[in-house]
């Protein structure tokens, strides 16, 4: 289990996870905030982006704030991190 805090920025133009040099999380969501599409869009995208079903992945709090931590069953805290550092190295281009 990969626990990830994270900023979600609804209303972007595509959705795309950010690692700043800090190691904090960002993930621009394509989807709009209303009525749980943004946190919808977020755990698909996560699914997606960590090779898991949708159904392991869990929003545990920030439901209506910005701020999230989501749970990622399947993937462990090492292979959670190699996934950031890649994204933290494309987003350096």
């Known amino acids: 289990m990969f626990i990830l805090h994270l900023r979600a920025k609804p209303g ?10 800090d190691g904090s ?6 989807a709009p ?8 869009c977020l ?11 949708k159904s392991s992945v869990a929003l545990l709090s920030g439901h209506a ?7 990622i069953d399947g993937i462990e805290e090492p292979a959670g991190q190699a996934v950031l550092a890649a994204a933290r ?5």
Do not use: E
């Not at 795309?16 to 040099?21: D, K, M, N, R, S």
């Not at 190295?89 to 281009?93: E, Y």
């Open 12 to 21: 972007a133009k595509t959705t795309a996870l950010q690692v700043a040099a």
């Open 25 to 30: 999380v960002s993930v621009r969501l394509q």
């Open 33 to 40: 905030a209303q009525d749980g599409k943004a946190n919808a």
């Open 43 to 53: 755990l698909a995208y996560l699914a997606g982006l960590f090779g898991v079903s």
């Open 65 to 71: 704030a910005p701020f999230k931590k989501v749970r």
């Open 89 to 93: 190295v494309g987003n350096q281009q």
